[in-house]
């Protein structure tokens, strides 16, 4: 994950079209795409983002199971399976 801070050129804003005093406008164009290109680098945030998305897809699965092992048809045949499970029978 990189942490790479923008670093503004100049504490006054340029306006597009316009380029500072001594400087031509394909320097302008190249300072513009490098602030870009870093701030779109910037993925700070992204792990976090990722585990809530999984935590709610969880989230929802574990819904989805309470309300499919609410019925009785699913009560059943899981006491039916655990009984027996723990039956010997010889």
């Given at each position: ?22 400087s031509s406008p394909a320097q302008g164009v190249r300072a513009t795409v ?36 609410r019925g009785d048809d699913i009560k059943g045949m899981l006491t039916d ?10």
């Amino acid at each position: 994950m990189s942490t790479t801070a923008i670093i503004p050129t100049s504490t006054r804003p340029t306006t597009p079209g316009r380029s500072r005093p001594g400087s031509s406008p394909a320097q302008g164009v190249r300072a513009t795409v490098r602030r870009a290109a870093l701030a779109l680098r910037d993925e700070s945030g992204a792990a976090t983002a990722e585990y809530a998305i999984a935590t709610l897809a969880a989230v929802g699965f574990a819904g989805l199971l309470v309300v499919i092992l609410r019925g009785d048809d699913i009560k059943g045949m899981l006491t039916d399976l655990i009984h027996r499970a723990l039956t010997i029978s010889i």
